[in-house]
């Protein structure tokens, strides 16, 4: 059978523990040197750079993200195994965890981490396809004869040299596809090397509940619930036509995927269309403090992700979801891009004002699309807001200053709502 060790990537035929390094670290599996699609998923990666960052932190409880009346951005596994999820309200976070240590997000730090775990990436592979600052797609299809090696020894490696070099660690999800890739890097974190090879995708999907496929939220899960779909097997009962007949467009795709089959090809370099940011909550609310923060939060997220890719956009859009699942959206059209978090919120901010009280809300999202290049933005400023550029650079100078001094440096006073 063929197997890999973890730690010193000496490759062999079966066995529990390396035969070279004695290490338990090893992955078997029939398939093991012949799949290519892979995706890699860093573990709770704001907050490993924050514990990376301030040894004090290793062994205790982390949640980067607002203060009191804020929201989590992510949580260590520590704080996990309490419940602490992404996205949970600040007050229940900290109810379930009240010992944990908040930490304000610093996203200009976080993007530099990415681009080196980018460029590491990029070494094995020109085929990688980031879906955010800490995960994406990589096809090493044909890198056996370049490298001397298979894929499952690069990623392997590329773990490696992630956690000795950053100080950062990831998960590996191995497969034939895109799909199954990413299930699987999800399946023993943190730290995992899970492989799902073309012959047991059947029999291992079965079981699993159709909540594993990407995209598949609370509204349509429900939609499926009501239909008697649960699981893998469920799906599989119906005729593609009748998933089409009964769920439109998205019923082909769930007829394919409950069969394991994704012909997407892992994209280098596709076009990015816009960037956004969006929450469920986990109680509907019509506070405007509370989303009030959250909108803050949002533009603040999606200013770094910009700023870290040197792009702008002109086109700010607010996402409101009400209680009752209908949808609102509003957009504005800017007189020029902008990158600029202060920008984004105003803007995102005065769409929210007319529909406030259209509330209560289960989801909110801000994003920004029409792209471009960043050289072109925030030059000319508002003639109706003469502050605007004031408040540009100082924005710039804090992000100069948290990226030196650490996220406590500066932190903005509506940040902590």
Same mark, same amino acid.
């Given at each position: 059978?063929?197997?890999?060790?973890?730690?010193?990537?000496?490759t062999?035929?079966?066995?529990?523990?390396?035969?070279?390094?004695?290490?338990?670290?090893?992955?078997?599996?029939?398939?093991?040197?012949? %799949?290519?699609?892979?995706?890699?998923?860093?573990?709770?990666?704001?907050?490993?750079?924050?514990?990376?960052?301030?040894?004090?932190?290793?062994?205790?409880?982390?949640?980067?993200?607002?203060g009191?009346?804020?929201?989590?951005?992510?949580?260590?596994?520590?704080?996990?195994?309490?419940?602490?999820?992404?996205?949970?309200?600040m007050?229940?976070? %900290?109810?379930?965890?009240?010992?944990?240590?908040?930490?304000?997000?610093?996203?200009?730090?976080?993007?530099?981490?990415?681009?080196?775990?980018?460029?590491?990436?990029?070494?094995?592979?020109?085929?990688?396809?980031?879906?955010?600052?800490?995960?994406?797609f990589?096809?090493?299809?044909?890198?056996?004869?370049?490298?001397?090696?298979?894929? +499952?020894?690069?990623?392997?490696?590329?773990?490696?040299?992630?956690?000795?070099?950053?100080?950062?660690?990831?998960?590996?999800?191995?497969?034939?596809?895109?799909?199954?890739?990413?299930?699987?890097s999800?399946?023993?974190?943190?730290?995992?090397?899970?492989?799902?090879?073309?012959a047991?995708?059947?029999?291992?999907?079965?079981?699993?509940?159709?909540?594993?496929?990407?995209?598949?939220?609370?509204?349509?899960?429900?939609?499926?619930?009501?239909?008697?779909?649960?699981?893998?097997?469920?799906?599989?009962?119906?005729?593609?036509?009748d998933?089409?007949?009964?769920?439109?467009?998205?019923?082909?795709?769930?007829?394919?995927?409950?069969?394991?089959?994704?012909?997407?090809r892992?994209?280098?370099n +596709?076009?990015?269309?816009?960037?956004?940011?969006?929450t469920?909550?986990?109680?509907?609310?019509?506070?405007?403090?509370v %989303?009030?923060?959250?909108?803050?939060?949002?533009?603040?997220?999606?200013?770094?992700?910009?700023?870290?890719?040197?792009?702008?956009?002109?086109?700010?859009? %607010?996402?409101?979801?009400? +209680?009752?699942?209908?949808?609102?959206?509003?957009?504005?059209?800017?007189?020029?891009?902008?990158?600029?978090?202060?920008?984004?919120?105003?803007?995102?901010?005065?769409?929210?004002?007319?529909?406030?009280?259209q509330?209560?809300?289960?989801?909110?999202?801000?994003?920004?699309?029409?792209?471009?290049?960043?050289?072109?933005?925030?030059?000319?400023?508002?003639?109706?807001?003469?502050? +605007?550029?004031?408040?540009?650079?100082?924005?710039?100078?804090?992000?100069?200053?948290?990226?030196?001094?650490?996220?406590?440096?500066?932190?903005?006073?509506?940040?902590?709502?």
């Open positions: 059978m063929p197997s890999m060790c973890r730690d010193c990537l000496t062999y035929d079966g066995g529990v523990r390396c035969p070279a390094c004695r290490s338990p670290r090893t992955r078997t599996h029939p398939e093991l040197f012949d %799949l290519s699609i892979a995706h890699m998923d860093c573990d709770a990666f704001y907050a490993s750079v924050e514990k990376r960052d301030n040894p004090d932190l290793r062994d205790k409880p982390v949640i980067v993200g607002g009191s009346r804020g929201v989590v951005t992510t949580a260590c596994y520590i704080a996990r195994i309490k419940g602490v999820r992404s996205a949970m309200p007050f229940q976070a %900290l109810k379930l965890c009240p010992e944990a240590v908040i930490v304000k997000p610093r996203f200009d730090v976080y993007s530099d981490v990415s681009r080196r775990i980018r460029a590491m990436m990029e070494e094995l592979t020109p085929v990688v396809e980031p879906l955010s600052l800490d995960e994406a990589m096809d090493l299809t044909g890198t056996a004869r370049l490298h001397g090696k298979p894929p +499952a020894v690069m990623l392997a490696r590329l773990v490696r040299r992630m956690q000795e070099e950053i100080g950062i660690t990831g998960s590996i999800g191995l497969s034939h596809n895109k799909f199954l890739a990413k299930i699987a999800d399946l023993e974190k943190p730290r995992g090397f899970s492989v799902i090879g073309q047991e995708t059947m029999d291992f999907l079965a079981d699993k509940p159709v909540s594993l496929i990407w995209g598949v939220g609370e509204v349509t899960r429900a939609s499926l619930d009501r239909a008697g779909i649960r699981s893998f097997t469920d799906l599989r009962r119906w005729e593609k036509r998933l089409e007949a009964r769920f439109g467009g998205m019923g082909a795709r769930l007829w394919h995927l409950a069969r394991g089959e994704d012909v997407r892992v994209t280098a +596709a076009p990015v269309k816009g960037v956004s940011n969006e469920t909550f986990g109680e509907d609310t019509a506070d405007p403090d %989303l009030d923060g959250h909108i803050w939060r949002m533009a603040e997220k999606v200013s770094g992700r910009m700023k870290a890719k040197d792009i702008a956009g002109r086109i700010v859009t %607010l996402k409101l979801k009400r +209680a009752n699942h209908t949808l609102l959206t509003r957009r504005l059209s800017l007189t020029e891009p902008t990158q600029i978090a202060d920008r984004i919120y105003r803007t995102a901010r005065s769409l929210f004002d007319p529909v406030a009280d509330g209560p809300f289960r989801l909110l999202g801000v994003g920004v699309s029409e792209l471009t290049d960043a050289g072109n933005a925030d030059q000319s400023g508002d003639l109706l807001d003469p502050q +605007a550029p004031i408040r540009a650079k100082a924005e710039r100078a804090a992000d100069a200053i948290r990226a030196r001094f650490g996220t406590d440096a500066i932190v903005k006073g509506r940040a902590l709502r």
